[in-house]
């Protein structure tokens, strides 16, 4: 995840943020430099003394490392300490025991300006010879630099196969496994040469481009299901070079390269290399592009036929059948796609694009037919489906004109709490444009009653809606008082506000005193605190400051409440 320096307090957890924080107390943060543009690079000490890396561009932190063996989430207590040590001034914090901050020596040049100076005087000839020996020493540093510059050597398939092979061993532990920090490193590097590789064939280095991308998806295939991948890093390698050999292979890939990719897609679909995964069919899509001859079709058909494999509702099914359909609309013509998607109507992105169709030609009763048949299809088990039907019914009606239907689907639409074609306001709107203006408010008045008998445990918040939409800022308040929570008094506050302070102040300060009664620790005492500052804001200061006195007296020996307490 990125972090915004001004707010990480925010986005890291409340542990790691105290321990953290305690670390950058005791003065564990040493050596801090800026050893490029928005790079740092940091001492942390503790029981082991470690290293922090962070990336800083335009206040965000892009990237953060830390060298110690912490795994459990994204961010140590030693990037965190170096965070506070970046935002002292900002946040007013002072180290317990002052370090030395390496920023304050005087003009003394970072490691990277160092290295750039060094490489400045550095003959070509004595480079080279450092850069080989210390390729000879290190065998990590060897594979890493063949992996990053194999480019340049004779295009084999096997040499970046067993270049990826030798990073993923270095990447290992004894048993195989790789760790959530090294399974992030792995995948940098692998992704860092597969975004090179995307200009590849800009540079007449298709092939080089192709093997790499096929070596990739091969050797992290073979590993994603014995690495945590938490940070997906391995994922995106995997994701990048079947982009790149999708690109290619929608370039106008020339033989006999055409020809060997086609097979090599087949074969990966075939051995089944990312069953369980969406890339599965992605390898075949790749195929479909590359598709010529009759033969050709014939083979990637009859690969297939497994579809008979399948249960009829399984997503497997449907995406074989999307395959189907694409290989029809590269070899065939319209006709015959149409005839394909009227035989295979289980198929939900069939139906709607055949709905669309007859929608465009203005062909209601197909319309019709397509959509009531959905609808009693995927009513039972399918909703999402089923209201796709419902808003093609909706969008034919309206073209229609018709009146009577409009009025009855847009209340269908307007009593869900969620409507994923559009805001439940368009509906409202719809039905406000329809009835009469003298029957509106009896009809507002039966929407809502459905809602609350239909929602019995939901219905706040599509009711609250109506009565904003409404502005009857009264009936709101009322509605409000019977379900106070935090969240619901935060999100009425905007309206209410200016009319009821005092009584949004009182919800805030019974909701409070429920809370505290059921709730401890100081994350919950810190949110209690926070709509304590809310009520003060709200012109409710002496009820916030008699809200306090309560608090104190009820619960004295609760420590960390009285210390929250103390900073309002």
């Not at 010879?129 to 990590?140: E, G, I, S």
């Not at 040469?193 to 590849?200: K, P, Q």
């Not at 009425?492 to 005193?513: N, S, V």
């Not at 809310?534 to 409710?540: V, W």
């Amino acid at each position: 995840m990125e972090i915004q320096l001004d707010r990480f307090e925010e986005q890291i957890d409340e542990a790691i943020l105290q321990r953290g924080l305690n670390y950058f107390r005791k003065g564990y943060v040493t050596d801090v430099e800026e050893i490029g543009p928005g790079d740092y690079e940091a001492t942390v000490n503790g029981r082991e003394i470690y290293t922090v890396h962070l990336h800083v561009e335009k206040g965000v932190v892009t990237e953060y490392d830390c060298d110690c063996p912490y795994d459990q989430g994204p961010v140590c207590k030693h990037i965190v300490a170096v965070l506070f040590y970046l935002q002292q001034d900002v946040l007013h914090l002072e180290e317990d025991i002052p370090t030395k901050k390496t920023a304050k020596k005087a003009k003394k040049p970072s490691d990277m300006e160092q290295v750039d100076k060094i490489l400045h005087l550095l003959s070509h000839e004595e480079l080279k010879a450092f850069v080989r020996d210390y390729c000879k020493k290190d065998k990590q540093v060897r594979g890493q630099f063949l992996f990053n510059y194999m480019d340049l050597c004779v295009g084999q398939k096997e040499l970046y196969a067993q270049q990826i092979q030798a990073l993923i061993k270095s990447h290992s532990d004894r048993y195989g496994f790789i760790e959530y920090r090294d399974a992030a490193n792995l995948g940098r590097s692998v992704c860092g040469l597969l975004d090179e590789a995307a200009d590849w064939p800009q540079k007449g280095k298709t092939a080089q481009a192709i093997y790499l991308a096929e070596a990739t998806i091969e050797k992290m295939a073979d590993v994603i299901n014995n690495t945590d991948d938490s940070s997906g890093e391995i994922g995106c390698c995997i994701s990048i070079a079947i982009q790149l050999l999708a690109d290619i292979a929608g370039s106008g890939l020339e033989s006999p390269s055409r020809e060997e990719l086609f097979q090599w897609a087949i074969k990966q679909y075939k051995a089944n290399t990312l069953e369980g995964w969406d890339w599965h069919f992605e390898v075949i899509r790749i195929a479909i592009d590359l598709v010529q001859s009759p033969q050709e079709k014939k083979q990637l058909l009859s690969i297939l036929e497994k579809i008979q494999s399948y249960d009829e509702d399984s997503w497997n099914y449907q995406q074989i059948l999307n395959l189907r359909m694409q290989i029809i609309r590269k070899t065939e013509n319209e006709e015959a796609a149409i005839r394909f998607m009227e035989a295979n109507l289980s198929n939900p992105t069939f139906r709607k694009s055949l709905i669309e169709k007859a929608l465009s030609e203005k062909n209601y009763p197909r319309v019709e037919e397509l959509a009531n048949e959905g609808i009693k299809q995927d009513e039972k088990n399918k909703p999402g489906l089923m209201d796709d039907w419902k808003n093609y019914l909706l969008t034919m009606h309206l073209q229609q004109g018709d009146k009577e239907q409009i009025m009855r689907l847009a209340r269908y639409f307007l009593l869900q709490s969620y409507s994923r074609h559009q805001p439940r306001q368009y509906y409202y709107d719809l039905l406000k444009s329809l009835i009469p203006e003298e029957q509106w408010a009896a009809y507002v008045d039966g929407i809502i009653a459905e809602i609350c008998r239909e929602n019995k445990y939901g219905a706040f918040q599509p009711v609250a809606e109506i009565y904003i939409w409404e502005k009857q800022w009264d009936k709101l308040l009322t509605w409000l008082s019977r379900y106070p929570d935090f969240y619901h008094i935060e999100q009425t506050e905007p309206y209410l506000k200016e009319m009821y302070p005092q009584e949004l102040a009182a919800l805030y300060r019974d909701t409070i005193l429920k809370y505290v009664e059921r709730n401890v620790g100081r994350g919950h005492y810190q949110k209690c605190c926070q709509y304590i500052r809310r009520m003060i804001k709200l012109g409710a200061r002496p009820m916030a400051t008699e809200l306090i006195t309560q608090l104190q007296t009820q619960y004295r020996n609760r420590r960390a409440l009285l210390e929250e307490l103390s900073q309002v």
